[in-house]
Structures are given as structure tokens and as C-alpha cells.
Nanobody
């Protein structure tokens, strides 16, 4: 069974940075894509960044230019570098992996709080 383990969340001041990690128990090359979702209180879970098996990246408009998704295939790990953080970025962040046709895997979530 595929497992995704997240780390790197915490409390930062507005304008600060965090790097989230998502370590997979299998080769990340075996997934069509891996992405990061976030869910704030009272909001639905929304995708914020995605990286495909071919290396193509996509971002939600709200994080474009501030967040960067990347991967280390040798370590089976995907990262989310978050810069210029804003209070509205506060949420639980989840790692998600998709494998065709109908396989979805989720991490446990990690809390990111942006506050002064």
C-alpha cells in the first residue's frame, strides 16, 4: 500500500517562508502526478500546486509566484517551497498522488499557520 508522509508545517510570521515535504513509500515516477491541497476552516479543499511525472508544474492563481513545487526522484520526495506567506495561506496542507486510472493516495496533513 502506498503511504505519503508529510512534514515541515509550523507557525510563521507574514512574509516568512516554509518548505513542506511529502515522502512516498514508492517511486514517485509511478504516479501520473503529485500535488498539494489545502483546507482552511469553513472552506473546501483546494489544489494549490501540482507536478506531473514529466515535470510539468501547475499552480493556483492565489499562490503563483510565491510557491514552488519540486521533486527529488532519488528520495521519492516532493517539496512545496512557500515564500512571502500571507495570513490567508493558513490551512492544513495535504499531499496527494494520482495513479491512473482510479488510484488516489493522501497524506495525513500538516498545519501551516501564518500570523504575527
Amino acid at each position: 500500500q502506498v503511504q505519503l508522509v508529510e512534514s515541515g508545517g509550523g507557525l510563521v510570521q507574514p512574509g516568512g517562508s516554509l518548505r513542506l515535504s511529502c515522502a512516498a513509500s514508492t517511486s514517485i515516477f509511478g504516479f501520473n502526478y503529485i500535488d498539494w491541497y489545502r483546507q482552511a476552516p469553513g472552506k473546501e479543499r483546494d489544489m494549490v500546486a501540482r507536478i506531473t511525472s514529466g515535470g510539468t508544474t501547475n499552480y493556483a492563481e492565489s499562490v503563483k509566484g510565491r510557491f514552488t513545487i519540486s521533486r527529488d526522484n532519488a528520495e521519492n520526495t516532493v517539496y512545496l517551497q512557500m515564500n512571502s506567506l500571507k495570513p490567508e495561506d493558513t490551512a492544513i496542507y495535504y499531499c496527494h498522488a494520482y495513479q491512473m486510472v482510479r488510484n488516489h493516495y493522501w497524506g495525513q496533513g500538516t498545519q501551516v499557520t501564518v500570523s504575527s
